[in-house]
């Protein structure tokens, strides 16, 4: 399988579908990006949720590459976003080893940088920019899913001043 793209902008209210089909090459991180970046054009997200998707999409993809298979095989990474006004869905799907990023300890952020324990950060990112997380494994493959309010700050800014 090749690496691929498609976006659906789908009726007026704004929906917009993503897919990426990736191998598991930290090079694949432009195409992440350059991806993430068009839907933002799309859905005409802030600069500060941009980054935020940006941020937990290369710490997904990144974990993924580099914890996620004990073999040097090619393997598939299949991800996905919807959206409409308000909501981000993503959706990332491995073959990897089984990892549940919920279950994941929280690394200890108040400990000094030379003693902490070397990583978890992360995922402690990816968790604090989302609204919800799940995770299963079916048929072999790591499920992700995420769910993140897009709302424009702005907006919400200005519509709590004019009431």
Request: glycine fraction near 4%.
């Amino acid at each position: 399988m090749t690496n691929q793209l498609s976006i659906i902008t789908i009726g007026t209210m704004g929906k917009v579908k993503l897919s990426i089909k990736l191998k598991n090459q930290l090079a694949d991180l432009e195409k992440i990006k350059k991806a993430v970046s068009t839907m933002a054009t799309a859905i005409h997200c802030t600069q500060r949720k941009f980054q935020e998707i940006d941020l937990i999409l290369e710490e997904l993809f990144t974990n993924v590459v580099c914890h996620g298979f004990s073999d040097n095989k090619e393997h598939d990474i299949a991800i996905s976003l919807s959206c409409d006004d308000t909501e981000l869905m993503i959706r990332m799907e491995d073959d990897g080893k089984p990892f549940d990023l919920t279950a994941a300890p929280a690394p200890d952020t108040r400990c000094a940088i030379e003693k902490r324990c070397v990583g978890g950060l992360g995922i402690h990112f990816v968790k604090h920019f989302i609204d919800e997380c799940k995770y299963y494994r079916k048929k072999g493959k790591n499920i992700v899913v995420l769910r993140k309010q897009i709302t424009n700050d702005r907006q919400i800014n200005s519509d709590s001043e004019s009431k």
